[in-house]
């Protein structure tokens, strides 16, 4: 019997995420021996906090080791409603709230919950590549809405009303947004809420780097009132305490698109895990310093950066307002060398200067590359002087 090769049709519809493919090419350079400065992954550089991990010791001492309710336990749904709270005045209860490992996932089965086949999801562009992925393994169909890099990337109502049809069922926002830093203002986002809501349209919004905003403060869509009905708050400890590996995200939103996704929870992954659950507690009701210094050292990195890259011939970077990545415009070198598109860019830095960044065409636009800055100062200093070399040699 000849063995079985055949996949579904729907792992086909999706790609590996692309940062995860850099981090993969330049382990492998680095297996080799190679030095690789990556600006690659969009994690933070920090430890966890320290009375955090001591949360997950303490939880693995008492054996908090046990399956927890799939969406999640009660004290941990109950942190997350109060520190949304306190840091965007909202007032979700526990009903509204389901615990997932990580935002992507969180993200993914409210998709899985609320996009049939043939359903448009409106995605603003540039954008975080997951969201196109995880659309279309729904069966969905993702619009894209590009943004004008000389607007600084800007997200409006205009645009999304550009896009709206009759099978239009969800709008994904980002803010601040992977990869272009943009933020959305209060009035921005009351206008989208306002036209997506009288249509009955979700509005979804990742909140995965709400908390990094460089000027002003953040904003939660959900605040909005009225939104609780319509607005669906993906959101992550991840890039907030630093806790990318503990894999802990949530969802707020109305009590039956919770419901659906605590379900699909119950038959596929069961409950986030059960000590790294109680981690976020900590995270979430202890002190909350640490969030303010992570960010102080990211806008120090940020200005650092943007003024090195804008003092590189041949590159255009916009100020980001948030997140913690530069999404640099490199057009005028693709083309006039053998170097097409800044997948082919990307491939040359890494082999030929050590530096991985990652490719504008994994988030919908074919100028730009992407650069975080949640790297050491020393890596960000030696990464910058070898891209401006290999500019310059681009050049000669
Ligand atoms: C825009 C955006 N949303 C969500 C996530 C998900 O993060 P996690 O699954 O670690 O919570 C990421 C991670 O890079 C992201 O960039």
């Given at each position: 019997?000849?063995?079985?090769?055949?996949?579904?049709?729907?792992?086909?519809?999706?790609?590996?995420?692309?940062?995860?493919?850099?981090?993969?090419?330049?382990?492998?350079?680095?297996?080799?021996?190679?030095?690789?400065?990556?600006?690659?992954?969009?994690?933070?550089?920090?430890?966890?906090?320290?009375?955090?991990?001591?949360?997950?010791?303490?939880?693995?001492?008492?054996?908090?080791?046990?399956?927890?309710?799939?969406?999640?336990?009660?004290?941990?749904?109950?942190?997350?409603?109060?520190?949304h709270?306190?840091?965007f005045?909202t007032?979700?209860?526990?009903?509204?709230?389901?615990?997932?490992?990580?935002g992507?996932?969180a993200l993914?089965?409210a998709?899985?919950?609320?996009?049939?086949?043939?359903?448009?999801?409106i995605i603003p562009?540039?954008c975080w590549?997951?969201f196109?992925?995880?659309?279309?393994?729904?069966?969905?169909?993702?619009?894209?809405?590009?943004?004008?890099?000389?607007?600084?990337?800007?997200i409006?109502?205009?645009?999304i009303?550009?896009?709206?049809?009759?099978?239009?069922?969800a709008v994904i926002l980002n803010s601040p947004c992977?990869?272009?830093?943009?933020v959305i203002?209060p009035?921005e986002w009351d206008?989208i809420f306002?036209?997506t809501s009288?249509?009955?349209i979700w509005l979804i919004t990742d909140e995965c780097y709400s908390?990094?905003?460089?000027?002003?403060?953040p904003f939660s869509a959900a605040s909005i009132?009225?939104a609780r009905?319509t607005v669906i708050v993906a959101g992550s400890?991840?890039?907030?305490?630093?806790?990318?590996?503990?894999?802990?995200?949530f969802a707020l939103a109305?009590?039956?698109?919770?419901?659906?996704?605590?379900?699909?929870?119950?038959?596929?992954?069961?409950?986030?895990?059960?000590?790294?659950?109680?981690?976020?507690?900590?995270?979430?009701?202890?002190?909350?310093?640490?969030?303010?210094?992570?960010?102080?050292?990211?806008?120090?990195?940020?200005?650092?950066?943007?003024?090195?890259?804008?003092?590189?011939?041949?590159?255009?970077?916009?100020?980001?307002?948030?997140?913690?990545?530069?999404?640099?415009?490199?057009?005028?070198?693709?083309?006039?060398?053998?170097?097409?598109?800044?997948?082919?860019?990307?491939?040359?830095?890494?082999?030929?200067?050590?530096?991985?960044?990652?490719?504008?065409?994994?988030?919908?636009?074919?100028?730009?590359?992407?650069?975080?800055?949640?790297?050491?100062?020393?890596?960000?200093?030696?990464?910058?002087?070898?891209?401006?070399?290999?500019?310059?040699?681009?050049?000669?």
């Amino acid at each position: 019997m000849p063995a079985p090769t055949r996949l579904s049709e729907r792992i086909s519809r999706i790609q590996v995420s692309a940062t995860m493919k850099v981090a993969a090419d330049a382990a492998k350079l680095r297996a080799r021996g190679r030095d690789i400065v990556d600006f690659g992954p969009g994690e933070p550089d920090f430890p966890t906090p320290e009375n955090v991990k001591r949360a997950g010791i303490r939880a693995i001492q008492d054996n908090f080791t046990r399956y927890t309710s799939a969406g999640g336990t009660q004290e941990l749904k109950e942190a997350i409603c109060e520190r949304h709270a306190a840091d965007f005045g909202t007032s979700y209860t526990p009903s509204e709230c389901v615990v997932s490992a990580g935002g992507k996932h969180a993200l993914f089965n409210a998709l899985q919950v609320l996009v049939d086949a043939g359903d448009e999801v409106i995605i603003p562009v540039p954008c975080w590549a997951t969201f196109h992925d995880i659309v279309s393994y729904c069966g969905g169909i993702s619009v894209h809405a590009p943004t004008d890099e000389a607007d600084g990337f800007a997200i409006t109502a205009a645009l999304i009303e550009r896009r709206l049809t009759a099978k239009t069922r969800a709008v994904i926002l980002n803010s601040p947004c992977n990869p272009s830093g943009t933020v959305i203002s209060p009035e921005e986002w009351d206008r989208i809420f306002r036209l997506t809501s009288k249509r009955g349209i979700w509005l979804i919004t990742d909140e995965c780097y709400s908390h990094l905003v460089y000027d002003g403060a953040p904003f939660s869509a959900a605040s909005i009132r009225g939104a609780r009905s319509t607005v669906i708050v993906a959101g992550s400890l991840s890039k907030t305490y630093a806790m990318t590996g503990w894999r802990i995200g949530f969802a707020l939103a109305p009590p039956v698109v919770i419901s659906a996704v605590s379900k699909l929870q119950s038959q596929s992954t069961s409950n986030p895990n059960s000590v790294a659950q109680k981690a976020a507690v900590e995270a979430l009701r202890g002190p909350q310093g640490f969030r303010g210094e992570m960010l102080a050292e990211y806008r120090a990195r940020r200005d650092f950066a943007l003024e090195a890259l804008r003092g590189i011939t041949g590159i255009r970077c916009h100020e980001p307002q948030g997140a913690f990545y530069l999404y640099p415009n490199i057009r005028l070198v693709l083309g006039r060398t053998w170097i097409q598109d800044t997948t082919q860019f990307a491939e040359q830095l890494l082999e030929q200067a050590g530096v991985a960044v990652v490719p504008g065409e994994a988030f919908g636009t074919s100028d730009h590359i992407r650069i975080t800055f949640a790297v050491s100062r020393r890596d960000l200093e030696r990464g910058l002087l070898r891209l401006k070399a290999f500019m310059a040699d681009l050049a000669e």
